[in-house]
């Protein structure tokens, strides 16, 4: 076993029925979104257009989940050697691919957060409290692509404007001084917490402090993002041609707004809702935006949640690992 600590990892007794009814409802309510967008979007049209499309274009959006893949587990590796940790580059991989095969199961990919520290199996609380700074830095990322995206899209007003300006530059001042927030938020909110998982958080928040390691993550953040827009973009365009612009606002817009609606499997339905509705306003074809986003959840999310299950450590139960 690797890393600095080396405590045991121990887990909660396995969750019975509630839990296995929940992940079932989430399965089905991404068929229920999927199936009523499917009258509004017409399946001869969906198979025409797959008729049609770009082998090359989707190859290379293909080809880019290795990029993708490749910012996650280097900006997880600075932040757990910053850390202290010492684990092996292999196992900072293994650890980030099956966090997304267990955050398939959970909305929003929660699950991920509990997926990575399992895998490492030490310190529980503070590996997890890491991953939350990971997710945070994507989160904020997310806002400053979304936000202008939805000024943009909906053409708002000068006061709606101004106020979705003032979000954004709450969330520059954040990302330029995350300790500090970190800090105002643990004394305004979380004063009185006793819950050991809050305070590991916290801890693991020292991390923060470390101005070049942030501005290390925040660009590998970005290019994260940017790679995900690549791959949107050239699905997009593989059954409808579409402008960079018009893809990078449905693109924005989408990610940011699903990140509200955590309520489905790997966000199955909402992110194609959302794909759909935000291009429909940039008369991108609906068919297009709904192939894009079904090929964009099959390449990001299905295929290294495949790769991960091969990491599924044997001594932890199913049931605890959900």
Not at 35 to 61: D, H, M, N, T, Y
Not at 128 to 153: C, E, H, N, R, Y
Not at 205 to 231: E, I, K, P
Request: proline fraction near 5%; include cysteine.
């Amino acid at each position: 076993m690797e890393g600095h600590r080396g405590k045991p990892m121990t887990f909660p007794a396995p969750v019975r029925s509630p839990l296995s009814l929940r992940t079932v409802i989430r399965f089905v309510l991404a068929g229920v979104l999927l199936v009523l967008l499917l009258q509004f979007v017409e399946p001869s049209k969906i198979a025409q257009a797959f008729a049609r499309a770009r082998g090359e274009l989707i190859a290379a959006a293909l080809a880019l989940l290795l990029l993708n893949l490749g910012t996650q587990v280097v900006k997880w590796r600075q932040l757990l050697r910053k850390s202290g940790y010492t684990f092996a580059n292999v196992l900072i991989a293994q650890s980030l691919l099956f966090g997304i095969t267990v955050g398939t199961l959970t909305p929003g990919q929660i699950g991920e957060f509990g997926g990575r520290a399992v895998l490492l199996r030490s310190d529980p609380e503070r590996l997890v409290g890491l991953t939350i700074i990971d997710k945070l830095q994507i989160l904020a990322v997310m806002a400053l692509g979304g936000l202008p995206s939805f000024a943009v899209l909906f053409r708002l007003g000068l006061v709606p404007s101004i106020l979705l300006g003032l979000a954004a530059a709450l969330v520059i001042v954040c990302l330029a001084r995350p300790a500090q927030c970190a800090m105002w938020t643990k004394d305004t909110l979380f004063r009185r917490a006793k819950s050991r998982w809050i305070h590991e958080f916290f801890a693991a928040a020292q991390v923060l402090r470390n101005t070049r390691l942030m501005a290390s993550t925040t660009f590998l953040t970005a290019a994260f993002y940017a790679v995900l827009w690549l791959q949107v973009h050239f699905l997009l365009n593989a059954f409808f041609p579409v402008s960079p612009l018009d893809s990078f606002l449905g693109f924005a817009a989408t990610m940011f707004a699903k990140s509200f609606f955590p309520l489905t499997f790997a966000d199955l339905g909402i992110r194609e809702i959302g794909l759909v509705y935000f291009l429909s306003l940039r008369s991108v074809p609906q068919e297009a935006a709904f192939n894009a986003s079904i090929l964009l959840f099959a390449i990001n999310i299905l295929l290294p949640s495949i790769i991960g299950l091969f990491f599924i450590p044997e001594s932890v139960s199913f049931k605890a690992r959900q």
